[in-house]
Each structure stands twice: as structure tokens, then as C-alpha cells.
């Protein structure tokens, strides 16, 4: 069974965005880059379902500019067996992005496509439910653990206030939650080889497909600061400021 | 032209967030139609015809409802949605599994996580985990978008709307719910709770034995770090944070928590934050109105003894 994973190069998630000057958008020139921590999950995900023998093959994607690629060398240091960049300077959202995936599913035919259930750089979460309605195949969301059975895969979702279990028709839509798993760790010499192997490289101009995007970004803002608060002493202290709030 | 709202319930009643959902909607000064679908469902579509504000119920009562799946809902949504201006949702893990999906179908834009809606069809909404507030416009027909509840007032009761029946298409067959285990409790659901009490991974195996008696003094909810659940201190489903659960209670407890980005995320619009903490250097502190550094296993206990005095 093949896997195909898609994964989104985005700011690093230690990095305190900067909003700039002119208000029109986070300023993201120099800043620290790499994998979104949910589409790392993905590619783990697949390599240990790969690694236990139910998976041959794992195809890791990616939608972006060039500097995307580093990404791709992630995603191979991990242990992907081959890696798409999607090639544009176009901006991007969900719904293009979902489109460009579906051709790629189209070319690649995976039994299972994982994506992380955000990029936590726009925080949408809507990339793996768009690609499912637009394949129509089964979506499971914000996974926590993924069992193949037979022609179906069952997902444990994270929602709110538990969790529930939905078994899949295969071929399926399976978007991570943070614990499904911990990503390993990336010696150098994994980082070595990834840097040899050949990145597959594919013009999105070339797929013939509308990724214009439908939101306009007007402004970008920091948001309104709190007022600074104040230390109280001791524990009576805060139970005496506490009354005078009127919250108790 | 009407707004479609997609109604989310436990099987006996309409959730909080849906009346908040109704309220947001109220920004379009258009008919606010509010579907109910579900299995034996008839009480909810009462409930929801008495919202306020709500002028139609849209009734999709099916067996294949009990336990709705995103795919079948999706489905209906579509069939309903394309005589609709906007179809909105408040921002829980039903909903950001549904719209999406619709949107894709109708072959329009979402957006996700609305904190305030400036004109009819620009937003604003969070990124990079509340550290910026992007505003965007949207230039599809029809706009498919989720609320953040806390940011919006909860409708109240006062409606007698009509409630009509909606054919219902048949399951997609593409999924199938299996079972879920939900944690049965008398708190109050994080996510409208008028208290919470979070703490950190530094309470250890004494998370739950510190922190419940102070949730119950307030009949509050208890949350956590990404830490402490990681740790296996608390369960997933309380964590706050840009991946978890977004909060914004009157009165907010930040007991061991340092205050990491991806948490005050999930926390930082509370009306009042209390933090303790031992390390009087904690970013948490910067956030708090009310910060005291202490010995947890210490001024916990005291506190809850005194405010139960």
C-alpha cells in the first residue's frame, strides 16, 4: 500500500511572528523555517506504518516555493522513499492547494493520504477535509491512532470532550493530532543522504488548475495587549483582590 | 437570501456554542435558518426553534444521524446550501470537520476561526497561534465560515420559529462510526465554563488532587498544558491552547504554567487571569492581572481552603 503525505513548509514554531510596517502582512523574510509539526506526525506516521510492513511505499508532497524543498529533505531524512515538489510562486489557500493534492492523488493513487490537521502558520485546518470532498473519499480528522483492517482504516479522533472512532473505506483522508505520535529525531548522516536524493519537481502553472486565491488579506495587526497586571504577596492578598473583582 | 447555520448538539440539547453561532449571525441582518440533523431528534429541533434570533429550523431527522459523520453531513449541507448567502458554524471539532468539506463541494473559500466579523463578508480572525489578527475578505458567492464562540454572546430563548422537515440523501457509505469515549462529567464543558482552573505539567501525579477541589469551589472546568497532557498528568480533550481548546472565561487559573506561546493561545482574551507559579520570571506573568509566586503544593490548597470559608 502506498502512502502519500503532504507537508507545508512554514515559519518555525519557536519564532514570534513580526507584523510588518505597513500592516499588510507577517514579515517572514530571514525567519527560521521548516516542517509544520503536524505534517512532521504524517511523514511518522507513515514511515512506522512502512517499518511494520503495512506500507511499501511512502511519497511525501509539498506545494510552495523552491525554498520548500528543505522541507522535502526533512521529510526524506525521516525516511520517505520519494518526495513532489508542487512548484509555484502563487499565494496559496486551502481550497488551490486541496485541488493541486487531488492531482497528485490522481497521478499517484495512494491507499492513504495523511496531512497534519493544521498549518500553524494560518492556522486554517481545512487543507485534508477539502482534498477528501474533492476526491470523495472518507476523512478522518485530528487522528490519535490509525489501524488498517482489511479495506478500511480506523481512526481514533481527538475531539472535544473525548474521543471517537470512525472506520474509513480505503482509499481515505486522514488528517494528524499531536499525539499520534513523536516524531524521531534526525541524526546527520540521515540529513546527508537526504541532501543526495532527487526531488521530483512538477510546475503547478503546468497542471492547468485554478488556484486563484478567494480571500484577500486587507490588514494584518498585532493583537490589543492586556493591561498589565499586578504580584500579589501572599494568597490572602489574592482572595482579597479577587472579592474586590467581583468574580468569586 | 438567508445564512444557514449549522446546529451541534449531544443528542438532548443544543450546544452553547450553536447560540453563539446564532449570535454572530446576527451581523448580516438576514433570516438566520438553524439545521438540526439527528436521530430521534424531535426535542432538538424544538429546543432550537425557541433560540432567539433563529427564523426557520431546518429538521433532518435520519437513523443514519444517531452519530453524525462528516462525509453524510457534508452531503446534506451541500443539497441545502446553495440557496444560502453563508452557511456558519461555531469553531468545534464537528464543525471544522464538516465545513470544510462543504466548502471544497460548493467550490468556495473558508474561513476559519472568526473572532469578529466587520462587514458582511470581512473577518477577523487569529494566525500564527493569536500572535497576529489577520483580517480577510472573502469574494465567493457563498460564504462558508466558523465562529470562535468564546468571542461572540450566546443567544438566548425568546423564538417560536417554524420547524420544517428536509429530505435527508442517503449515506455516503464512506465512513462508518465505530464507538467514542466521552468523559462523563457534572463540570460544565471547558469551553463555556464561567471558571477554569489549568495547570501545568510541574503538578505532577498531584494535578487532579490539587486542582478539582478548586474547580469545584467555582463549579468551574478544569484545563491543561500540552505538557501536562503529554505527560499523561491530564486528559487530551482539556487542553487549552492553539491546538486544543480555545477559552475565554470570567475568571481564568494559571496554576504551574510558564505560559507558552501555543497555550496563552488558547487562554489570553480571559476576562481575569490568576497565575501561580514558583519561577517569578514565568512569561505567564506578563499575561496575568493577578500573579502570585509561590510553592503550588502550598498556596493551592490555601487558597481553595479560604475561599471555601
Known amino acids: ?248 | 437570501m438567508s445564512i444557514l447555520i449549522l446546529a451541534e448538539h449531544d443528542g438532548n440539547h443544543i450546544k452553547q456554542s450553536t447560540r453563539q453561532a446564532v449570535s454572530a449571525a446576527a451581523a448580516w441582518q438576514l433570516p438566520i435558518h438553524l439545521l438540526v440533523a439527528g436521530s430521534s431528534s424531535e426535542s432538538l429541533a424544538k429546543e432550537a426553534s425557541g433560540i432567539a434570533g433563529v427564523a426557520k429550523v431546518l429538521h433532518a431527522e435520519a437513523a443514519h444521524f444517531e452519530h453524525p459523520l462528516a462525509e453524510d453531513v457534508a452531503a446534506l449541507l451541500v443539497q441545502l446550501g446553495a440557496d444560502y448567502k453563508v452557511i456558519l458554524s461555531a469553531h468545534t471539532s464537528f464543525s471544522k470537520s464538516v465545513l470544510p468539506r462543504v466548502a471544497a463541494l460548493l467550490d468556495v473559500a473558508m474561513v476559519s476561526d472568526v473572532v469578529s466579523i466587520t462587514a458582511p463578508a470581512t473577518y477577523v480572525r487569529p494566525i500564527y497561534a493569536g500572535n497576529v489578527l489577520s483580517t480577510v475578505e472573502s469574494s465567493d458567492a457563498i460564504q462558508v465560515l466558523t465562529i470562535r464562540a468564546t468571542s461572540f454572546a450566546a443567544a438566548t430563548d425568546g423564538a417560536n420559529a417554524e420547524v420544517a422537515k428536509v429530505n435527508v440523501p442517503p449515506s455516503t457509505g464512506l465512513s462508518r462510526w465505530v464507538k467514542e469515549d466521552k468523559t462523563v462529567s457534572d463540570r460544565p464543558e471547558l469551553s463555556s465554563a464561567r471558571v477554569v482552573v489549568s495547570g501545568g505539567r510541574s503538578l505532577g501525579e498531584r494535578f487532579n488532587e490539587l486542582l478539582e477541589p478548586l474547580a469545584h469551589r467555582f463549579g468551574g472546568a478544569l484545563g491543561a498544558t500540552r505538557a501536562a497532557v503529554d505527560a499523561g498528568f491530564a486528559p487530551n480533550d482539556i487542553q487549552v491552547g492553539q491546538t486544543g481548546t480555545i477559552v475565554a472565561p470570567e475568571l481564568y487559573f494559571a496554576i504551574g504554567i510558564s505560559g507558552a506561546m501555543q497555550h496563552l493561545a488558547g487562554m489570553k482574551d480571559s476576562k481575569i487571569i490568576v497565575a501561580i507559579n514558583h519561577d517569578p520570571d514565568a512569561p505567564i506573568f506578563q499575561y496575568a492581572d493577578y500573579g502570585l509566586v509561590a510553592n503550588l503544593f502550598e498556596a493551592v490548597p490555601e487558597l481553595t481552603a479560604a475561599l471555601s470559608k
Open chain 1, 1 to 248: 500500500m502506498k502512502v502519500l503525505v503532504a507537508v507545508k513548509h512554514v515559519v518555525d514554531y519557536n519564532i514570534k511572528p513580526r507584523v510588518k510596517q505597513d500592516g499588510s502582512d507577517v514579515d517572514i523574510a530571514g525567519v527560521k523555517m521548516g516542517i509544520n509539526p503536524f505534517d512532521e506526525i504524517a511523514v511518522e506516521e507513515a514511515v512506522r506504518m512502512k517499518e511494520r510492513g503495512i506500507v511499501t511505499e511512502v511519497v511525501a508532497v509539498t506545494i510552495g516555493k523552491t525554498n520548500s524543498q528543505d522541507t522535502l529533505r526533512h521529510a526524506l531524512a525521516m525516511g520517505a522513499d520519494r518526495v513532489i515538489l508542487v512548484e509555484t510562486e502563487a499565494e496559496l489557500q486551502p481550497l488551490g492547494v486541496a485541488k493541486l493534492l487531488k492531482a497528485v492523488v490522481e497521478r499517484e493513487q495512494p491507499r492513504l493520504i495523511i496531512l497534519g490537521k493544521q498549518a500553524i502558520d494560518d492556522d486554517l485546518g481545512q487543507t485534508g477535509q477539502m482534498l477528501a470532498a474533492l476526491i470523495n473519499a472518507g476523512q478522518g480528522t485530528f487522528a490519535s491512532v490509525l489501524e488498517v483492517k482489511g479495506d478500511e482504516i480506523e481512526v481514533t479522533r481527538e475531539i472535544d470532550g473525548g474521543t471517537d472512532v470512525v472506520a474509513l473505506k480505503l482509499p481515505a483522508v486522514v488528517t494528524t493530532d499531536l499525539r499520534l505520535n513523536e516524531p524521531r529525531f534526525i541524526k546527520l548522516p540521515a540529513m546527508m543522504m537526504a541532501k543526495k536524493k532527487p526531488i521530483e519537481n512538477i510546475k503547478a502553472a503546468d497542471l492547468g488548475i485554478d488556484i486563484a486565491p478567494r480571500l484577500k488579506q486587507l490588514k494584518v495587526a498585532d493583537p490589543e495587549p492586556r493591561k498589565p497586571g499586578i504580584k500579589v504577596a501572599n494568597v490572602a492578598e489574592l482572595v482579597e483582590k479577587l472579592r474586590l473583582a467581583e468574580v468569586l
